[in-house]
């Protein structure tokens, strides 16, 4: 197990970071290969859930395929691409079998929503000014946080953050989760040349954002009962597990960084 998941960082971690430094259309099928594969996670992890027919992998992908070109394209596609995804959604209710109800349509939005347009502001915030700076800030803050809370929370971790959703995590661990980010936000800030006096506050942010996106994932799991989202990265779970963070993350901070910018 130990020499699975060391492999799986050796190989993950350059091409990540040669990906976000690329940008432009490598980063964009990057994206488009974590949607796709994270929404069909997504279909067979919370498909049992409710009652009735799921959709189609074909419906998942394309909804997500079509976000991540639009985040791409820029300007007006964006509203574009929700306007036919919304209309996907009614079209396959209407094809649905009567009495069949709207929670498989409902299903498709979340899906869409969740791991569609969350994720698609990884190439919206690697097109800012100084985007490059700020999407490896998020990226790494992140990281940082995640080891913070489970080096912190094993060590010192006595009281449950949550215990119905996660009962691993430890408030202990959060709080050592949200000092590593921040610290590690002065250090890339001040490496990267980005606003000294944003980024301290911002590594909190992320690390606050990405343990609710954390433990967003890990409600969805208890609810279908799964330890894991996927097995595709060995040693770490699914594309769900690997990202649940950075993709509540990132939203966040393209929205903090474009009103700083404005």
Same mark, same amino acid.
């Given at each position: 197990?130990?020499?699975?998941?060391?492999?799986?960082?050796?190989?993950?971690?350059?091409?990540?970071?040669?990906?976000?430094?690329?940008? +432009?259309?490598?980063?964009?099928?990057?994206?488009? *290969?974590?949607? @796709?594969?994270?929404?069909?996670?997504?279909?067979?992890?919370?498909?049992?859930?409710?009652?009735?027919?799921?959709?189609?992998?074909?419906?998942?992908?394309?909804?997500?395929? #079509?976000?991540?070109?639009? *985040?791409?394209?820029?300007?007006? *596609?964006?509203?574009?691409?929700?306007?036919? #995804?919304?209309?996907? *959604?009614? @079209?396959?209710?209407?094809?649905?079998?009567?009495?069949?109800?709207?929670?498989? @349509?409902?299903? #498709?939005?979340?899906?869409?929503?969740?791991?569609?347009?969350?994720? +698609?502001?990884?190439?919206?915030?690697?097109? #800012?000014?100084?985007?490059?700076?700020?999407?490896?800030?998020?990226?790494?803050?992140?990281?940082? +946080?995640?080891i913070g809370a489970y080096v912190v929370g094993s060590l010192w971790g006595r009281t449950k953050l949550a215990p119905k959703i996660s009962p691993n995590k430890s408030i202990e661990g959060a709080v050592g989760g949200i000092v590593f980010s921040a610290l590690l936000a002065v250090l890339l800030g001040s490496a990267l040349g980005l606003a000294l006096g944003h980024v301290w506050w911002l590594g909190i942010v992320i690390s606050v954002v990405g343990q609710v996106g954390d433990l967003t994932e890990s409600a969805m799991k208890r609810q279908a009962k799964v330890k894991d989202s996927g097995r595709i990265f060995p040693g770490h779970g699914g594309v769900l597990d690997r990202f649940d963070s950075l993709v509540f993350v990132v939203p966040v901070m393209f929205y903090i960084v474009s009103m700083m910018q404005g």
């Open positions: 197990m130990f020499w699975q998941r060391l492999l799986t960082v050796v190989i993950g971690i350059p091409l990540g970071v040669w990906v976000i430094l690329q940008g +432009s259309w490598p980063l964009a099928l990057g994206v488009s *290969a974590i949607v @796709v594969l994270g929404l069909l996670e997504l279909r067979r992890m919370l498909g049992g859930v409710f009652d009735g027919e799921v959709p189609g992998t074909l419906w998942f992908a394309l909804g997500g395929l #079509l976000i991540i070109a639009a *985040a791409y394209i820029g300007g007006e *596609a964006r509203a574009l691409a929700l306007t036919v #995804l919304t209309l996907l *959604a009614l @079209v396959y209710f209407c094809l649905q079998p009567r009495g069949q109800g709207v929670q498989p @349509v409902a299903f #498709l939005l979340l899906a869409w929503m969740y791991w569609g347009v969350l994720p +698609s502001h990884v190439i919206l915030l690697r097109n #800012l000014e100084q985007g490059l700076g700020w999407l490896l800030l998020s990226v790494g803050c992140t990281w940082a +946080s995640d």
